[in-house]
């Protein structure tokens, strides 16, 4: 028999161990992970693909709806106004009464004065604001990105000043003598507090309601004499729903916002992710009948999911502002940017839109004597869900560390409107006559109806079998609160 190359050797050795290991050859052939997870190499039925694909539609949507929360929380409120008070630069409600549970907007604050409106650059070009002085304010863009703090925090250090806001896409020559900055979005989000004075028997909103009232706007080149005075419609008192929609019109909301701003103001991503449900800047957004019903499965289920992620609380604890209390921080330690040490904090973005609007540096950083902080307890003392069926106390320490005021307010814990019972005004501040104790230590109260034992003037109604949840502002925040010197106790549940 005549001897084999060394070549032939080796390539017959090799053709064994191909076919005693490769699929197909053999009894015991294997093949790759995922053709052996994915229907032994074949394709799905008809039926599992288009399940797959729908949930994969359905998967996107939600992720929609919480990265584009921001943005709908703002369109909310501006459609909720306009509503009800019309649009233009020049029109700016403001709450002259304060402002109650009849106005449904997230986690207000009824003890300053709010004024509010929303600035459209795109159809007016550059526009001016002359901020009064000793406002607490910021304007955002639409995905409620902070352009500029207003006031001690900002440029114009509670002096006052006048305000350039450029829209997206401008390129021109920028005057001198203006605070300016540029928006991401041609929406701009004009959010101004003014404070009001301790009068006889509480406080008093007229100084606050002046000083907003000089707040003027207008487009940076038109002449005075074509400027459109300014409008002040009091905004206290009515029924206006500010909230973003809960139904598919967020979707269609959506579109549109998308269509009318720049694709800069949007990331490729999120921008690919819109696509794959069908919105895409310029073009028809005609969802079938069974991805309506995919959408509005998005738009039902995506709330629930944010507010677990709230009622489970964050596994690394970063949320909890002491290591004894209930309190949480809603920013969860990071920058008003929601950025954590190397990454941006999706979830903990979502929970706040869910509940809360504006987001500015001054309400993050640990500013002294000026900004403010917003600890708020959805659980008592011993760790259970605040219910209004049930009666508490919190006990606030002699001195609060705020130097312009401190309050209290019951919000729902859905999506932080003010808790809406017969009193209205579910907010206790320090300009109100409350009853202080003999060492100047103040104890507040909770429940759907007035304990026997509690002043009327430290009583905040709660609707029965309802949760809620407690926020407590420190306006002008002390040192003593940074380094926990002072600090609020738990509520308390009473009998």
């Given at each position: ?40 190499g074949n394709w799905l039925s008809q039926s599992e693909a288009e ?445």
């Amino acid at each position: 028999m005549p001897k084999m190359p060394a070549t032939s050797i080796v390539a017959s050795t090799l053709l064994t161990i191909i076919t005693s290991t490769s699929p197909g050859y053999g009894q015991d052939s294997k093949a790759p992970p995922l053709v052996n997870q994915i229907n032994n190499g074949n394709w799905l039925s008809q039926s599992e693909a288009e399940a797959m694909r729908d949930e994969l539609y359905y998967q996107r949507a939600v992720q929609i709806y919480m990265s584009m929360l921001p943005a709908l929380n703002t369109i909310g409120m501006r459609d909720g106004s306009e509503a009800m008070f019309g649009k233009g630069y020049n029109v700016l409600p403001i709450w002259k009464q304060r402002m109650d549970a009849r106005t449904w907007v997230p986690t207000p604050n009824a003890d300053v004065i709010y004024s509010m409106s929303y600035l459209d650059l795109k159809e007016t070009g550059p526009l001016v604001v002359a901020a009064p002085p000793n406002v607490i304010g910021m304007f955002t863009d639409f995905f409620q990105r902070t352009l500029t703090d207003v006031g001690a925090v900002g440029p114009d250090r509670a002096r006052g000043g006048l305000y350039l806001l450029l829209p997206p896409d401008y390129e021109g020559e920028i005057p001198q003598g203006y605070f300016a900055f540029k928006s991401k979005t041609n929406n701009v989000f004009l959010f101004f507090r003014t404070l009001m004075a301790k009068g006889d028997n509480g406080p008093d909103p007229k100084p606050a309601v002046a000083l907003a009232e000089q707040t003027r706007v207008y487009p940076l080149w038109t002449p005075e004499k074509n400027v459109k005075p300014m409008q002040f419609p009091d905004a206290s008192g009515k029924r206006i729903n500010m909230m973003y929609p809960v139904d598919n019109t967020y979707w269609t909301k959506l579109k549109a916002f998308v269509d009318y701003e720049p694709v800069s103001a949007i990331d490729p991503e999120s921008r690919g992710t819109l696509a794959a449900i069908g919105i895409i800047k310029g073009q028809p957004f005609n969802p079938t009948a069974k991805e309506q019903e995919l959408l509005q499965r998005a738009v039902t289920t995506a709330p629930k999911m944010i507010m677990a992620q709230r009622q489970l609380g964050r596994p690394d604890k970063r949320d909890l502002y002491y290591n004894d209390r209930q309190y949480l921080n809603t920013w969860a330690g990071g920058t008003a940017e929601w950025l954590q040490d190397g990454y941006l904090d999706v979830a903990q973005r979502a929970s706040y839109f869910q509940i809360a609007y504006s987001t500015a540096s001054a309400m993050v950083m640990r500013t002294i004597n000026s900004g403010s902080k917003y600890p708020f307890a959805v659980r008592d003392a011993n760790g259970e869900f605040l219910n209004g069926s049930n009666t508490y106390k919190l006990h606030l320490p002699p001195n609060p560390p705020a130097a312009l005021f401190w309050a209290v307010t019951a919000y729902n814990i859905t999506d932080g409107t003010m808790v809406e019972a017969p009193q209205l005004m579910p907010s206790i501040n320090g300009y109100n006559k409350v009853a202080t104790n003999s060492d100047g230590s103040i104890d507040l109260w909770f429940a759907a109806e007035k304990p026997t034992d509690a002043p009327a003037s430290n009583f905040i109604q709660t609707v029965s079998a309802r949760n809620f949840l407690v926020a407590l502002r420190l306006y002008g925040t002390g040192v003593e609160f940074y380094d926990q010197t002072w600090k609020p106790d738990d509520v308390v549940k009473v009998k």
